[in-house]
C-alpha cells in the first residue's frame, strides 16, 4: 500500500469539514500527499473544499479544489487520460482516499459504470459491497455542525434512477448496497403523475422488488427518522434489509441534546430503540458520541454515559468536541478544557470497548448471513467482522452460526 501510494500521480481526497479538527486533518492529508515521491496531483473535494475552496488551493501549486464529488473524480480520471479522449495518461496511478487518510488503488482496479454522472465502481477489489448516494444536503442546523452550509439544503436523487443503478451493481455482482448521504432519513423525490412524494420506506420497497437476492444496509439514520413504517420494513424483509442502524445520539444527556438542538430527547431515542428490538429482537445498534460539548458538566456527562450503557450499543463512536469557526457552539460560554475533554473521551471509549464485547459475546450461538469480502473474513448483517471457513466464495452471502470470538472479530463454526 505504501508503495503504490508512493508511485501515485493523481490523489483525490475526500474532506470533512464537521469539526476544527477534521480541518486540520485535511489540511494535513493534503500536504501529506503533495510531499510524495511521485510529485502527485491531490485533488480535494467534499464539504472542506465547500467551505474553504480557496485556502486548500492556496496549500500548492499542484492542489486542485473541487467540491463536488463527481466532478473531482471525472478530474482525476482526465489527468490520468481515462476521458476526454486523452491517452496520455493510461499508466498513471490514481488513489483515493475516502477520509483524510490516503489509500490508493491503481487505477486498473476500478471499472466506472457509465463514467459521466454514474461513478459507481465494480470489479476488483469492489465487487462484494458498494455505497449509492441517495440524497445530500441537511435541513438540520445542529449547533456543532456547518455540515448544512456546506452540503446545502436536502435534496435527493429520483427513485427511478436510483433503482436502475442498484440493479446495474447486482449484475456487475454487488451483493450488498449501503444507501448513503448527509441525511438518508430526510429522503423524499416525486414520483407518478401527482408528483407525489416518495420517502426512504418506499424507496426501499422499490429496491427489494426491482432486486433479486442483494442486501440493503442504511448509513448513518438521525433518529427521528427510525418510524414504525421503516422499522416493520425493515423486519419483514427476510434479512434482505440488513438489521443494523447506525443512530447518532451525541449525547444521552437532554439537556446537551437542547444545547446542540438535536430536536429529539432521551426518552424518545429510548423508545425507538425499544421498538426496534421488539420488531428484531437480534439488531445491532452502533452510534455516534459527542463528549465535552461546551457547558457540558461532569453530571451531564455521567448522565449520557449511562443512558448509552442502557442503550446496548454494539459500537459506539466516541468524538471529543472540537470547536468548528463559524457554528453557533463555537461561542458558547463554559467551554470544556482540552484536558477533561481528553478524561471524558478516554471513559467513553473504555465503555464503548466493553458494550461492543457485550454484543459478541451476545451473538455466540446465533445464526446471520455473512457477506465474504475476501478469504476468510466477512461482513455479517450486524455489522461485525467475520473469519469463517475459506470455502465460502468471495462475494457470496452466507448463513453461519458463530461459535466465539477473538478480539473484536466473531468466528463462525467451520
Not at 456527562?301 to 450503557?309: Q, R
Not at 467513553?348 to 478469504?375: C, P, T, W, Y
Request: aromatic share 4%; with cysteine; net charge negative.
Amino acid at each position: 500500500m505504501q508503495a503504490q501510494r508512493a508511485a501515485a500521480q493523481v490523489i483525490l481526497i475526500n474532506t470533512c469539514t464537521v469539526t476544527g479538527e477534521a480541518d486540520a486533518k485535511t489540511r494535513k492529508a493534503v500536504r501529506k500527499a503533495l510531499s510524495e515521491d511521485a510529485a502527485p496531483w491531490v485533488i480535494a473535494t467534499g464539504c472542506a473544499v465547500a467551505i474553504d475552496r480557496e485556502g486548500l488551493s492556496r496549500l500548492g501549486e499542484r492542489v486542485i479544489a473541487e467540491p463536488d464529488r463527481e466532478a473531482a473524480g471525472l478530474k482525476a480520471l482526465e489527468l490520468l487520460g481515462l476521458v476526454g479522449g486523452d491517452d496520455t495518461g493510461q499508466n498513471l496511478e490514481l488513489a483515493i482516499s475516502p477520509d483524510p487518510s490516503l489509500t490508493p488503488v491503481t487505477d486498473n482496479s476500478l471499472d466506472v459504470l457509465g463514467v459521466a454522472g454514474d461513478p459507481s465502481r465494480v470489479g476488483k477489489g469492489f465487487n462484494t459491497r458498494m455505497g449509492i448516494k441517495i440524497q445530500d444536503g441537511c435541513d438540520n442546523a445542529c449547533t456543532f455542525c456547518i455540515v448544512h452550509v456546506a452540503r446545502g439544503r436536502a435534496r435527493s436523487v429520483a427513485m427511478q434512477d436510483i433503482i436502475e443503478q442498484v440493479k446495474r451493481a447486482e449484475q456487475a455482482g454487488v451483493r450488498e448496497i449501503v444507501l448513503t448521504g448527509v441525511n438518508i432519513g430526510a429522503y423524499s423525490a416525486p414520483t407518478g403523475e401527482s408528483g407525489s412524494g416518495v420517502g426512504l420506506s418506499l424507496l426501499l420497497d422499490g429496491l427489494l422488488r426491482n432486486t433479486d437476492e442483494l442486501r440493503l444496509r442504511l448509513s448513518s439514520l438521525e433518529p427521528q427518522h427510525a418510524n414504525d413504517e421503516l422499522l416493520e420494513l425493515m423486519a419483514s424483509s427476510g434479512g434482505r434489509i440488513c438489521a443494523h442502524l447506525h443512530l447518532p445520539l451525541q449525547s444521552g444527556c437532554d439537556k446537551t441534546l437542547a444545547a446542540m438542538d438535536r430536536h429529539y430527547t432521551s426518552a424518545f431515542f429510548a423508545e425507538r430503540i425499544a421498538r426496534a428490538k421488539q420488531l428484531m429482537p437480534h439488531i445491532a445498534l452502533t452510534t455516534d458520541l459527542i463528549v465535552g460539548f461546551p457547558g457540558e458538566s461532569e453530571s451531564d456527562f455521567k448522565t449520557g454515559l449511562d443512558f448509552c450503557t442502557s442503550m446496548a450499543f454494539s459500537r459506539m463512536h466516541v468524538f471529543r468536541y472540537s470547536e468548528r469557526p463559524g457554528t453557533p457552539a463555537a461561542t458558547m460560554p463554559d467551554q470544556v478544557l482540552p484536558t477533561v475533554k481528553a478524561a471524558r473521551s478516554e471513559l467513553a471509549r473504555h465503555i464503548a470497548e466493553q458494550l461492543q464485547i457485550n454484543d459478541l459475546m451476545a451473538r455466540v450461538g446465533r445464526s446471520e448471513k455473512v457477506l465474504v469480502e475476501r478469504n476468510g473474513r466477512g461482513t455479517s448483517e450486524s455489522y461485525h467482522t467475520v473469519e469463517l471457513s475459506e470455502k465460502h466464495r468471495v462475494g457470496s452471502l452466507v448463513s453461519v452460526s458463530f461459535v466465539g470470538y477473538r478480539d473484536t472479530v466473531l468466528i463462525a463454526a467451520p
